[in-house]
Protein backbone atom coordinates (compact mmCIF):
# COMPACT_ATOMS: atom_id res chain seq x y z
CA UNK A 1 0.00 0.00 0.00
CA UNK A 2 1.28 4.14 -0.89
CA UNK A 3 -1.79 5.60 1.02
CA UNK A 4 -0.63 9.26 0.80
CA UNK A 5 -1.94 12.02 3.54
CA UNK A 6 -4.25 14.55 1.28
CA UNK A 7 -4.46 14.18 -2.45
CA UNK A 8 -7.24 16.35 -4.69
CA UNK A 9 -10.12 14.60 -5.54
CA UNK A 10 -10.12 15.65 -9.46
CA UNK A 11 -12.40 14.08 -11.61
CA UNK A 12 -12.90 14.23 -15.55
CA UNK A 13 -15.76 16.76 -14.27
CA UNK A 14 -13.13 19.36 -13.22
CA UNK A 15 -10.63 18.76 -16.34
CA UNK A 16 -13.56 19.80 -18.44
CA UNK A 17 -14.43 22.99 -16.67
CA UNK A 18 -11.29 23.92 -16.65
CA UNK A 19 -10.67 23.37 -20.61
CA UNK A 20 -13.72 25.04 -21.12
CA UNK A 21 -12.28 28.25 -18.89
CA UNK A 22 -8.89 28.15 -21.30
CA UNK A 23 -10.87 27.44 -24.55
CA UNK A 24 -13.26 30.07 -23.41
CA UNK A 25 -10.08 32.83 -23.56
CA UNK A 26 -11.09 34.21 -20.14
CA UNK A 27 -8.48 32.65 -17.84
CA UNK A 28 -8.18 35.49 -15.44
CA UNK A 29 -11.07 37.09 -12.35
CA UNK A 30 -13.96 36.96 -15.08
CA UNK A 31 -17.58 34.79 -14.78
CA UNK A 32 -16.76 31.58 -13.63
CA UNK A 33 -15.19 33.16 -10.79
CA UNK A 34 -18.71 35.47 -10.09
CA UNK A 35 -20.81 32.05 -10.53
CA UNK A 36 -18.86 30.64 -7.63
CA UNK A 37 -19.31 33.53 -5.61
CA UNK A 38 -22.84 33.23 -6.26
CA UNK A 39 -23.28 29.55 -5.61
CA UNK A 40 -21.42 29.76 -2.44
CA UNK A 41 -23.49 33.01 -0.99
CA UNK A 42 -26.59 30.89 -1.68
CA UNK A 43 -25.52 27.86 -0.36
CA UNK A 44 -24.25 29.41 3.09
CA UNK A 45 -26.80 31.82 2.97
CA UNK A 46 -25.19 34.61 2.64
CA UNK A 47 -25.91 37.98 1.03
CA UNK A 48 -22.63 38.25 -0.57
CA UNK A 49 -19.51 35.81 -1.15
CA UNK A 50 -15.93 36.92 -2.58
CA UNK A 51 -13.77 34.61 -3.69
CA UNK A 52 -9.91 35.23 -3.35
CA UNK A 53 -6.36 33.46 -4.09
CA UNK A 54 -6.34 32.20 -0.26
CA UNK A 55 -8.07 32.12 3.29
CA UNK A 56 -5.20 34.11 4.40
CA UNK A 57 -5.88 36.56 1.72
CA UNK A 58 -9.70 36.82 2.51
CA UNK A 59 -8.77 36.80 6.54
CA UNK A 60 -6.61 39.77 5.40
CA UNK A 61 -9.33 41.36 3.54
CA UNK A 62 -11.92 41.21 6.27
CA UNK A 63 -9.42 43.05 8.73
CA UNK A 64 -8.54 45.57 6.67
CA UNK A 65 -12.24 46.15 5.95
CA UNK A 66 -13.03 46.24 9.27
CA UNK A 67 -10.34 49.23 9.62
CA UNK A 68 -7.97 46.56 12.52
CA UNK A 69 -4.39 48.13 12.60
CA UNK A 70 -2.11 49.72 15.11
CA UNK A 71 -3.39 50.06 18.20
CA UNK A 72 -6.04 47.49 17.96
CA UNK A 73 -5.87 43.72 19.64
CA UNK A 74 -7.29 40.80 18.06
CA UNK A 75 -7.75 37.07 19.84
CA UNK A 76 -7.09 34.11 18.49
CA UNK A 77 -5.76 30.44 20.06
CA UNK A 78 -2.44 29.27 20.15
CA UNK A 79 -3.52 25.68 18.54
CA UNK A 80 -3.98 26.67 14.69
CA UNK A 81 -2.05 27.24 12.00
CA UNK A 82 0.03 30.15 11.52
CA UNK A 83 -2.12 32.05 8.93
CA UNK A 84 -4.65 32.41 11.35
CA UNK A 85 -2.63 35.00 13.43
CA UNK A 86 -0.13 35.79 10.48
CA UNK A 87 -2.88 38.38 9.40
CA UNK A 88 -2.99 39.89 12.40
CA UNK A 89 0.46 40.88 11.73
CA UNK A 90 0.17 41.67 8.41
CA UNK A 91 -2.38 45.17 9.59
CA UNK A 92 -0.04 46.43 12.28
CA UNK A 93 -2.42 45.40 15.23
CA UNK A 94 -1.51 43.46 18.35
CA UNK A 95 -2.05 39.30 18.76
CA UNK A 96 -3.27 38.15 21.74
CA UNK A 97 -3.22 34.21 21.88
CA UNK A 98 -5.32 31.95 24.48
CA UNK A 99 -4.52 28.63 25.50
CA UNK A 100 -7.22 25.58 24.00
CA UNK A 101 -8.89 24.09 26.74
CA UNK A 102 -7.85 21.13 28.73
CA UNK A 103 -9.81 18.74 27.15
CA UNK A 104 -10.83 20.67 23.58
CA UNK A 105 -9.24 21.80 21.00
CA UNK A 106 -11.12 25.01 21.18
CA UNK A 107 -9.54 27.70 22.49
CA UNK A 108 -10.34 28.70 26.37
CA UNK A 109 -13.17 30.90 26.29
CA UNK A 110 -12.90 31.59 30.08
CA UNK A 111 -9.05 32.53 29.41
CA UNK A 112 -10.79 34.38 26.00
CA UNK A 113 -13.62 36.45 28.17
CA UNK A 114 -10.37 37.62 30.84
CA UNK A 115 -8.07 39.16 28.07
CA UNK A 116 -10.45 40.89 26.17
CA UNK A 117 -10.01 45.28 26.57
CA UNK A 118 -11.03 48.41 25.52
CA UNK A 119 -8.88 47.91 23.01
CA UNK A 120 -9.82 44.54 21.46
CA UNK A 121 -11.94 44.51 18.55
CA UNK A 122 -11.71 41.18 16.65
CA UNK A 123 -12.24 37.70 17.90
CA UNK A 124 -11.19 34.67 15.26
CA UNK A 125 -11.90 31.71 16.44
CA UNK A 126 -10.48 28.24 14.66
CA UNK A 127 -13.02 25.53 13.51
CA UNK A 128 -10.28 22.99 13.87
CA UNK A 129 -10.46 19.61 11.36
CA UNK A 130 -13.97 21.02 10.10
CA UNK A 131 -15.50 20.92 13.53
CA UNK A 132 -17.23 23.88 14.48
CA UNK A 133 -16.76 26.44 17.84
CA UNK A 134 -19.28 27.09 20.15
CA UNK A 135 -20.48 30.40 18.51
CA UNK A 136 -23.11 30.51 21.67
CA UNK A 137 -20.49 30.80 24.44
CA UNK A 138 -18.45 33.45 21.84
CA UNK A 139 -21.20 35.24 21.30
CA UNK A 140 -21.97 35.51 24.38
CA UNK A 141 -19.00 36.42 26.09
CA UNK A 142 -18.38 39.51 23.75
CA UNK A 143 -22.17 40.57 24.33
CA UNK A 144 -20.64 40.85 27.79
CA UNK A 145 -18.06 43.04 27.07
CA UNK A 146 -20.20 45.70 24.90
CA UNK A 147 -19.76 48.08 27.49
CA UNK A 148 -15.90 48.57 26.87
CA UNK A 149 -16.27 48.37 23.33
CA UNK A 150 -14.59 51.25 21.40
CA UNK A 151 -15.22 51.58 17.53
CA UNK A 152 -13.09 53.15 15.03
CA UNK A 153 -14.82 52.93 11.87
CA UNK A 154 -18.11 53.02 10.68
CA UNK A 155 -18.61 49.07 10.33
CA UNK A 156 -17.22 47.98 13.82
CA UNK A 157 -19.57 50.88 14.80
CA UNK A 158 -22.69 49.32 13.16
CA UNK A 159 -21.68 45.78 14.70
CA UNK A 160 -21.57 47.35 18.45
CA UNK A 161 -19.42 44.83 19.39
CA UNK A 162 -16.49 43.12 19.43
CA UNK A 163 -16.58 41.49 15.53
CA UNK A 164 -16.58 37.69 15.36
CA UNK A 165 -14.21 36.67 12.45
CA UNK A 166 -14.16 33.18 11.75
CA UNK A 167 -11.21 31.18 10.86
CA UNK A 168 -13.50 28.29 9.10
CA UNK A 169 -10.67 27.51 6.52
CA UNK A 170 -11.97 23.35 7.34
CA UNK A 171 -15.35 24.14 7.69
CA UNK A 172 -16.62 24.86 4.14
CA UNK A 173 -20.14 22.33 4.16
CA UNK A 174 -20.54 22.12 7.91
CA UNK A 175 -22.93 23.28 10.07
CA UNK A 176 -24.34 24.50 13.69
CA UNK A 177 -27.77 24.23 14.86
CA UNK A 178 -28.69 23.75 11.82
CA UNK A 179 -27.29 27.18 10.13
CA UNK A 180 -24.31 26.79 7.63
CA UNK A 181 -20.95 27.79 8.58
CA UNK A 182 -20.22 31.02 6.69
CA UNK A 183 -23.29 32.35 8.10
CA UNK A 184 -22.80 32.31 11.63
CA UNK A 185 -19.94 34.42 12.40
CA UNK A 186 -20.00 38.21 11.27
CA UNK A 187 -17.15 36.97 8.62
CA UNK A 188 -15.84 33.88 8.07
CA UNK A 189 -13.27 32.50 5.75
CA UNK A 190 -13.32 29.59 3.59
CA UNK A 191 -9.58 27.58 2.31
CA UNK A 192 -9.83 25.96 -0.95
CA UNK A 193 -6.40 24.92 -0.97
CA UNK A 194 -5.32 21.63 -2.59
CA UNK A 195 -5.59 19.39 0.63
CA UNK A 196 -8.60 20.95 1.22
CA UNK A 197 -12.66 18.68 1.05
CA UNK A 198 -13.10 21.26 -1.42
CA UNK A 199 -10.79 22.81 -3.69
CA UNK A 200 -9.93 25.70 -6.74
CA UNK A 201 -6.09 24.35 -5.92
CA UNK A 202 -5.49 27.83 -4.55
CA UNK A 203 -8.25 30.07 -3.23
CA UNK A 204 -10.68 31.10 -0.71
CA UNK A 205 -13.75 33.01 0.04
CA UNK A 206 -14.95 35.25 2.45
CA UNK A 207 -19.04 35.41 3.30
CA UNK A 208 -20.15 37.72 5.75
CA UNK A 209 -23.72 38.38 7.54
CA UNK A 210 -25.64 41.09 6.85
CA UNK A 211 -24.56 44.14 9.20
CA UNK A 212 -27.18 46.88 9.83
CA UNK A 213 -27.38 49.85 7.78
CA UNK A 214 -24.16 48.62 6.09
CA UNK A 215 -24.72 47.60 2.25
CA UNK A 216 -24.25 44.46 1.17
CA UNK A 217 -22.98 45.56 -2.27
CA UNK A 218 -20.09 48.38 -0.84
CA UNK A 219 -18.81 45.64 1.03
CA UNK A 220 -17.97 43.63 -2.07
CA UNK A 221 -17.12 46.44 -3.74
CA UNK A 222 -14.43 47.51 -1.02
CA UNK A 223 -13.55 43.72 -1.12
CA UNK A 224 -12.66 43.56 -4.87
CA UNK A 225 -10.74 47.49 -4.37
CA UNK A 226 -8.22 45.55 -2.17
CA UNK A 227 -7.93 42.49 -3.89
CA UNK A 228 -7.16 44.20 -7.10
CA UNK A 229 -4.31 46.92 -6.19
CA UNK A 230 -7.91 49.41 -5.77
CA UNK A 231 -8.45 49.88 -9.14
CA UNK A 232 -12.32 50.79 -9.49
CA UNK A 233 -12.46 48.35 -12.40
CA UNK A 234 -11.56 44.72 -12.43
CA UNK A 235 -11.30 43.44 -15.99
CA UNK A 236 -14.14 42.08 -16.71
CA UNK A 237 -15.86 45.31 -16.16
CA UNK A 238 -13.67 47.04 -18.72
CA UNK A 239 -14.08 44.65 -21.09
CA UNK A 240 -17.77 46.49 -21.76
CA UNK A 241 -17.65 49.18 -24.59
CA UNK A 242 -15.83 51.91 -24.06
CA UNK A 243 -15.28 51.11 -20.62
CA UNK A 244 -11.36 51.35 -20.58
CA UNK A 245 -11.01 53.95 -18.08
CA UNK A 246 -10.35 53.07 -14.08
CA UNK A 247 -8.86 54.90 -11.24
CA UNK A 248 -7.03 53.54 -8.71
CA UNK A 249 -8.55 54.45 -5.34
CA UNK A 250 -5.44 53.13 -2.77
CA UNK A 251 -2.19 51.87 -3.60
CA UNK A 252 -3.69 47.70 -2.35
CA UNK A 253 -3.31 44.18 -3.27
CA UNK A 254 -3.39 41.60 -5.82
CA UNK A 255 -5.24 39.04 -4.74
CA UNK A 256 -7.91 37.65 -6.55
CA UNK A 257 -9.42 34.02 -7.93
CA UNK A 258 -9.18 33.31 -11.42
CA UNK A 259 -11.78 31.81 -13.76
CA UNK A 260 -9.48 28.81 -13.93
CA UNK A 261 -9.44 28.46 -10.21
CA UNK A 262 -13.01 28.91 -10.22
CA UNK A 263 -13.47 26.13 -12.54
CA UNK A 264 -12.28 23.51 -10.96
CA UNK A 265 -14.38 24.76 -8.15
CA UNK A 266 -17.38 24.79 -9.77
CA UNK A 267 -17.34 21.12 -10.92
CA UNK A 268 -16.24 20.39 -7.19
CA UNK A 269 -19.30 22.34 -6.12
CA UNK A 270 -21.57 19.99 -8.14
CA UNK A 271 -19.95 16.65 -6.60
CA UNK A 272 -19.61 17.93 -2.94
CA UNK A 273 -22.50 17.07 -1.00
CA UNK A 274 -21.41 13.23 -2.27
CA UNK A 275 -17.84 14.21 -1.33
CA UNK A 276 -19.01 14.82 2.49
CA UNK A 277 -20.58 11.94 2.57
CA UNK A 278 -17.76 9.58 1.80
CA UNK A 279 -15.69 11.68 4.45
CA UNK A 280 -19.07 11.37 6.62
CA UNK A 281 -18.28 7.26 6.21
CA UNK A 282 -15.03 6.76 6.22
CA UNK A 283 -15.14 8.67 9.73
CA UNK A 284 -17.69 5.75 11.20
CA UNK A 285 -15.11 3.40 9.99
CA UNK A 286 -12.14 5.05 12.10
CA UNK A 287 -14.54 5.76 14.84
CA UNK A 288 -15.68 2.48 15.50
CA UNK A 289 -12.21 0.92 15.08
CA UNK A 290 -10.37 3.53 17.25
CA UNK A 291 -12.61 4.44 19.89
CA UNK A 292 -12.31 0.73 21.10
CA UNK A 293 -8.86 0.39 21.93
CA UNK A 294 -8.56 3.95 23.55
CA UNK A 295 -7.89 6.34 20.58
CA UNK A 296 -9.33 9.77 21.90
CA UNK A 297 -10.85 11.27 18.37
CA UNK A 298 -12.34 13.87 17.40
CA UNK A 299 -16.43 14.07 17.24
CA UNK A 300 -17.67 15.35 14.18
CA UNK A 301 -21.17 14.35 14.21
CA UNK A 302 -23.58 15.40 17.16
CA UNK A 303 -26.59 16.89 17.71
CA UNK A 304 -25.33 20.29 18.02
CA UNK A 305 -23.27 20.57 14.54
CA UNK A 306 -22.34 18.54 11.44
CA UNK A 307 -18.35 18.86 10.89
CA UNK A 308 -16.96 18.92 7.28
CA UNK A 309 -14.78 15.99 8.25
CA UNK A 310 -11.66 17.18 7.15
CA UNK A 311 -9.46 16.09 9.66
CA UNK A 312 -9.52 12.83 11.10
CA UNK A 313 -7.21 14.21 14.30
CA UNK A 314 -6.41 11.36 17.01
CA UNK A 315 -4.43 11.67 20.25
CA UNK A 316 -2.65 8.25 21.89
CA UNK A 317 -3.27 9.03 25.50
CA UNK A 318 0.24 8.66 27.76
CA UNK A 319 2.64 8.82 25.12
CA UNK A 320 5.19 11.30 24.77
CA UNK A 321 6.32 13.53 21.78
CA UNK A 322 9.13 11.22 20.91
CA UNK A 323 6.82 8.25 21.12
CA UNK A 324 4.64 9.87 18.85
CA UNK A 325 7.17 10.21 16.01
CA UNK A 326 8.11 6.73 16.41
CA UNK A 327 4.04 5.95 15.68
CA UNK A 328 4.39 8.58 12.35
CA UNK A 329 7.85 6.92 10.99
CA UNK A 330 6.14 3.35 11.50
CA UNK A 331 3.15 3.94 9.59
CA UNK A 332 5.30 5.32 6.93
CA UNK A 333 7.31 2.64 6.36
CA UNK A 334 3.92 1.06 6.07
CA UNK A 335 3.10 2.56 3.25
CA UNK A 336 0.61 5.43 5.44
CA UNK A 337 1.13 9.34 5.11
CA UNK A 338 0.13 10.61 8.39
CA UNK A 339 0.40 14.65 9.83
CA UNK A 340 0.36 16.57 12.79
CA UNK A 341 -2.46 19.16 13.27
CA UNK A 342 -1.16 21.61 15.05
CA UNK A 343 2.49 22.60 16.34
CA UNK A 344 0.81 25.14 18.25
CA UNK A 345 2.19 28.75 17.31
CA UNK A 346 3.97 29.34 20.61
CA UNK A 347 6.77 26.80 19.54
CA UNK A 348 7.50 28.47 16.11
CA UNK A 349 10.55 30.61 15.76
CA UNK A 350 8.24 33.52 14.25
CA UNK A 351 6.10 33.70 17.41
CA UNK A 352 8.75 33.20 19.59
CA UNK A 353 10.57 36.31 18.61
CA UNK A 354 6.90 38.14 19.12
CA UNK A 355 7.33 36.99 22.32
CA UNK A 356 5.25 34.14 22.95
CA UNK A 357 6.40 31.21 25.23
CA UNK A 358 4.91 27.29 24.84
CA UNK A 359 5.33 27.10 28.52
CA UNK A 360 2.24 29.76 28.55
CA UNK A 361 0.24 27.12 26.98
CA UNK A 362 0.43 24.02 28.71
CA UNK A 363 -2.95 22.40 27.29
CA UNK A 364 -1.85 23.05 23.71
CA UNK A 365 1.59 22.21 24.17
CA UNK A 366 -0.19 18.63 26.15
CA UNK A 367 -2.92 18.58 22.70
CA UNK A 368 0.30 18.49 20.44
CA UNK A 369 1.91 15.95 22.11
CA UNK A 370 0.32 13.03 21.34
CA UNK A 371 -1.72 13.99 18.48
CA UNK A 372 -1.62 12.17 14.98
CA UNK A 373 -3.80 12.94 12.10
CA UNK A 374 -4.23 9.76 9.64
CA UNK A 375 -5.31 10.20 5.96
CA UNK A 376 -8.78 11.28 5.32
CA UNK A 377 -10.13 11.61 1.79
CA UNK A 378 -12.30 10.94 -0.99
CA UNK A 379 -9.68 9.05 -3.20
CA UNK A 380 -9.23 6.31 -0.17
CA UNK A 381 -11.15 2.92 -1.57
CA UNK A 382 -12.70 0.78 1.29
CA UNK A 383 -9.91 -1.35 0.91
CA UNK A 384 -7.22 1.12 2.10
CA UNK A 385 -9.38 2.46 4.96
CA UNK A 386 -9.43 -0.51 6.64
CA UNK A 387 -5.42 -0.78 5.75
CA UNK A 388 -5.51 2.23 7.66
CA UNK A 389 -7.01 0.81 10.68
CA UNK A 390 -5.57 -2.32 10.99
CA UNK A 391 -1.96 -0.87 10.59
CA UNK A 392 -2.58 1.91 13.40
CA UNK A 393 -3.85 -0.91 15.41
CA UNK A 394 -1.46 -2.84 14.88
CA UNK A 395 1.48 -0.62 15.67
CA UNK A 396 -0.46 1.03 18.54
CA UNK A 397 -0.29 -2.21 20.43
CA UNK A 398 3.29 -1.45 21.53
CA UNK A 399 1.86 2.00 22.87
CA UNK A 400 -1.38 1.61 24.78
Given at each position: ???????????????????????????????????????????????????????????????????????????????????????????????????????????????????????????????????????????????????????????????????????????????????????????????????????????????????????????????????????????????????WEYDI??????????????????AQFER???????????????????????????????????????????????????????????????????????????????????????????????????????????????????????TFGKI?????
Amino acid sequence: MNIPFSPPDISEAEIAEVADALRSGWITTGPKTKLLEKKIAEWVGTPKCVCLNSQTACAETTLRILGIGEGDEVITTAYTYTATASVVCHVGAKLVLVDCQKDSFEMDYDELEKVITEKTKVVIPVDLGGVPCDYDRIFSIIEGKKSIFKPNNEIQEKIGRIVVVADAAHTFGASWHGKMVGSIADFSNFSYHAVKNFTTAEGGAMTWKHIKGIDDEELYHQAQLLSLHGQSKDALAKTQLGSWEYDIVGTWYKCNMTDMAAALGLAQFERYPELLERRKEIIGKYDAAFKAIGVEVLDHYTDEYMSSGHLYITRVPGISDQQRREIIIKMAEAGVACNVHYKPLPMHTAYIKLGFDIKDYPNAYQHYENEITLPLHTCLTDEEVQYVVDTFGKILKKYI
